[in-house]
T-cell receptor
Framework: GAVVSQHPSRVICKSGTSVKIECRSL??????MFWYRQFPKQSLMLMAT?????????EQGVEKDKFLINHASLTLSTLTVTSAHPEDSSFYIC??????????????FGPGTRLTVL | GEDVEQSLFLSVREGDSSVINCTYT??????LYWYKQEPGAGLQLLTY?????DMKQDQRLTVLLNKKDKHLSLRIADTQTGDSAIYFC???????????FGTGTQLKVEL
């Protein structure tokens, strides 16, 4: 099946630093990747939709200058949390959409990245 | 509104059936999904149903959709301890790929 990986799985950083999270589709090409954040015991909130070769579309309330998204190839999207602060600590999950797929099961989720900002 | 709501918690005994419920508000949903999330992990797609279907069965899983009432349920037969996890329903609208997730139901299976 379609596999999506994320790296790193866990990261701890100091306040004010930037952190980059990678999302890769391992065995398929993904025209669209999605970035979500999940706070403890809460649901997933969509942050942005990333299309290969174009600018990401951010959801309302998500700061595009703080959460930089790059989707340079059909298998890789990155999320950079700039000038991280403790309130950015969360579980970040990406998903990838199979290019040209139809039907209901197009999104495949990565295992998530736990970010802790001290 | 676009809220997708679920009850927060469900506890069942091993071997019993579990029924997890979900209500949504947008009648334009095209597909509805059930995902499973184990602690510290990403989401695993369990099953999905197209909006013109009433029921879908896949091994131990049965999905029921009442489009009139905007109600979706997931029944897990012969629930096992390995089924303990958080279950999210999600809806997809129109031709896009954007998903709106429910609030999640924590299923606890007791011996």
């Amino acid at each position: 099946g379609a596999v999506v990986s994320q790296h790193p799985s866990r990261v701890i950083c100091k306040s004010g630093t930037s952190v980059k999270i990678e999302c890769r589709s391992l065995d398929f090409q993904a025209t669209t990747m999605f970035w979500y954040r999940q706070f403890p015991k809460q649901s997933l909130m969509l942050m942005a939709t990333s299309n290969e070769g174009s600018k990401a579309t951010y959801e309302q309330g998500v700061e595009k200058d703080k959460f930089l998204i790059n989707h340079a190839s059909l298998t890789l999207s990155t999320l950079t949390v700039t000038s991280a602060h403790p309130e950015d600590s969360s579980f970040y999950i990406c998903s990838a959409s199979l290019a040209g797929a139809g039907g209901g099961n197009e999104q495949f989720f990565g295992p998530g990245t736990r970010l802790t900002v001290l | 509104g676009e809220d997708v709501e679920q009850s927060l918690f469900l506890s069942v005994r091993e071997g019993d059936s579990s029924v997890i419920n979900c209500t949504y508000t947008d009648s334009s949903s095209t597909y509805l999904y059930w995902y499973k999330q184990e602690p510290g992990a990403g989401l695993q797609l369990l099953t999905y149903i197209f909006s013109n279907m009433d029921m879908k069965q896949d091994q131990r899983l049965t999905v029921l959709l009442n489009k009139k009432d905007k109600h979706l349920s997931l029944r897990i037969a012969d629930t096992q301890t390995g089924d303990s996890a958080i279950y999210f329903c999600a809806e997809k609208k129109g031709g896009g790929n954007k998903l709106t997730f429910g609030t999640g139901t924590q299923l606890k299976v007791e011996l």
